[in-house]
């Protein structure tokens, strides 16, 4: 995944030291369990991609002003915590980027709750930093957003939806909108004029959908030394990607591959059969192309008043997620 | 408990009609399962205590509107309703006000998403409907407050804490800073002086610690067949209330009390005895005093600009809190 010490962030390396401070002091509570959880949280390895996306984009427009934006990218990287907190503890998960999640490491009270502080820093910042209704409106369409998806998502586990309509929609919901409003937001803060920041905000769409192709593609590609996860996770949650969604389509055995991803109880080798049709298929090729069709929409779109070292960082973070191998 | 048909809320009934209308507006998605739950929830008998403070405030003022009031109204509720049915999912209960409960009727993963989505639309009507930085601001930090309450109700069960100040922090967080800012803001948006949002605030926070000390007072006073669920539940729960903590403090039996309330696995006949040591003390007309002390208070601070009809309206609800025995 994506790395703050990646190259690409160099630009801003500055920027996200201060960030990190900021969202210490944005977690922290008279209450010392809450405090404890909320600093676990936050410093548990994020790669801060959001964050980073809002302070380039501001950083293109002619009113960059670290200070002013720091309170949006902290509350753009607490929505994204939260939202993950929330999602240990519906899928049960033990470890995330290596650490203990709050429901492991508390209980699932301390994390559900811990979540609903975070989400109410975020907006709490927000007001604090008086950006005007319009960013209000948008972080809340955005939590939305990813609450919506997340339950289309639980709801149609183990139904091997066809419709690949369903499958953007998902991942548009789920990553595209929220690296959108990253960039829109940082933009719109950076003093950008409305057209570019309109450009950066396809920008982010674009590369969210790379991205999120791209980790759907990963899971069913990679090993469990590669990932830390056994591949083919994703089948085995009951949820359908790309590739697989193709191969249920074209396959000549899409019946019996339907057969083992609307099964709840499936098994390790029902799940390594699976991955082995979806493989015949040209669905990887699809996957790969499409994927690479997103990033080449969002180079090509990157407004032309950008800074050239803005520009050069926005480029390499395309390049990333098409290299990406891990 | 309070009930909306209760004729101190007469003066406002037809606000709250379309209070419920919009209600079932803010709450609809595309998504159908998504629009299911959140009417269920809302519309599962809702008492409306907190947005009928809100429009009672804001009828108060001087600049009255309806339609400005009541996307804050409708948020008011959203977000109590948001946090019971987190709650619900704590608490693992299966029926609230004599309906399933989201975790019951649908499951976990859906009560906890569809609880950030109602938060989260909260935040949505406060932002589209620019009543400016502080309204959001304070929402924000109730949500907070009622995260952080709840972390600290849950960290501390069957600890008995002998502090009454823990005891007054808890329900302060819990219900009173919550009637406090329905109060406030309605006061506010009503375009009231601020010397008398003030006022109006101090009601409200004294009103809802009343409320809640009544609220654990019944809890422990009250009978199965009255309250639908055993006397002595929070005892049972590991949650030490006013009597209690007074007993522990007091009592003669006081050590006994502590081994009891201590004990995560305390069986029925061992709740009744600790019923019994609390009722022994003093504890249960302390605990009425104090919630008449707050009431008296509250009648007291109600500021003199109020009309005739909000004022009596504000009076029967702490009339209808001091003689409640259900």
Chains 1, 2 share one sequence.
């Not at 339950?151 to 690296?179: C, E, M, P, S, W």
Request: hydrophobic share 45%; charged share 25%; with cysteine.
């Amino acid at each position: 995944m994506i790395n703050v010490s990646n190259p690409m962030f160099d630009v801003i390396k500055s920027d996200l030291a201060e960030l990190d401070e900021g969202l210490t002091g944005a977690v922290a509570s008279s209450v010392e369990l809450v405090t404890e959880v909320g600093t676990h949280l936050v410093s548990a390895g994020g790669k801060r991609i959001r964050p980073a996306l809002c302070l380039l984009a501001a950083h293109g427009g002619p009113d960059f002003d670290l200070k002013r934006v720091l309170p949006l990218a902290e509350a753009l990287e607490l929505i994204h915590t939260a939202s993950l907190v929330h999602d240990d503890v519906l899928d049960e998960a033990d470890t995330r980027r290596g650490q203990a999640t709050a429901n492991a490491k508390w209980n699932n009270q301390v994390a559900i709750l811990s979540g609903d502080y975070i989400f109410a820093r975020a907006f709490g910042l927000i007001a604090d930093s008086t950006y005007g209704e319009h960013v209000s409106r948008r972080l809340a369409e955005l939590v939305c957003n990813l609450s919506v998806g997340e339950i289309i998502q639980n709801h149609t586990v183990y139904q091997a939806v066809k419709d690949l309509d369903n499958y953007y929609g998902r991942i548009q919901k789920k990553t595209a909108d929220f690296l959108e409003i990253c960039c829109e937001l940082g933009g719109l803060v950076g003093g950008m004029p409305e057209v570019d920041t309109r450009k950066l905000a396809e920008y982010g769409h674009c590369i969210g959908m790379a991205f999120q192709i791209t980790d759907d593609l990963l899971d069913i590609l990679q090993t469990s030394e590669q990932i830390g996860k056994p591949a083919g996770n994703d089948i085995r949650q009951g949820i359908v990607t790309l590739p697989v969604i193709h191969a249920l389509n074209v396959s000549p055995n899409a019946a019996e591959l339907e057969r083992i991803v609307t099964d709840p109880e499936m098994t390790d080798e029902m799940v390594d059969r699976a991955l082995a049709i979806v493989k015949a298929t040209d669905g990887i090729e699809l996957a790969k192309q499409q994927a690479d069709d997103y990033l080449e929409r969002a180079r090509a779109v990157l407004p032309a008043s950008l800074p050239a070292d803005i520009r050069e960082a926005f480029l390499m973070v395309t390049d990333f997620i098409g290299d990406r191998d891990f």
